[in-house]
């Protein structure tokens, strides 16, 4: 069973850097890719970066990119999303997700995505 639980998320300046994780409790998601997901307040789903299982692939959106790195530790298939530089426009809940996929490619459609943790917030104030 995937059960996946973000950490990390809280308050934080403009300009200053938050790093989330995504722990993967059901062991289950060694060949998922993993993507990142964010839902600022009275907007849609989108689609922030992800990485491949091998974590050897990542992309992002261009909204986060030069920003925001995403790595994963193989050994405890736990992928990280270090955000940088943020402002207000990146406050949003932050949900980290799985989708069983080849690692020759990344969905960047956050419906390809069929395994969900809770999100996290994450706050930045101005």
């Known amino acids: 069973q995937v059960a996946m639980v973000e950490a990390g998320g809280g308050w934080v300046q403009a300009g200053g850097s938050v790093r989330l994780s995504c722990a993967d409790y059901?062991?289950?998601?060694?060949?998922?890719?993993m993507g990142w997901v964010r839902r600022a307040p009275g907007k849609e789903r989108e689609f922030v970066g992800g990485?491949?299982?091998?974590?050897?692939?990542?992309t992002y959106a261009d909204s986060v990119k030069g920003r925001f790195t995403i790595s994963k530790d193989n050994t405890e298939n736990t992928p990280y999303l270090q955000m940088t530089n943020l402002s207000p426009e990146d406050t949003a809940i932050y949900y980290c997700?799985?989708?069983?996929?080849?690692?020759?490619?990344?969905?960047?459609?956050?419906?390809?995505?069929?395994?969900w943790g809770q999100g996290t917030q994450v706050t930045v104030s101005s």
């Open positions: 990485i491949t299982w091998r974590g050897t692939t990542t």
């Open positions: 997700a799985g989708t069983y996929s080849s690692d020759a490619y990344i969905d960047t459609s956050e419906s390809e995505y069929g395994s």
């Open positions: 059901g062991h289950t998601l060694s060949k998922y890719n």
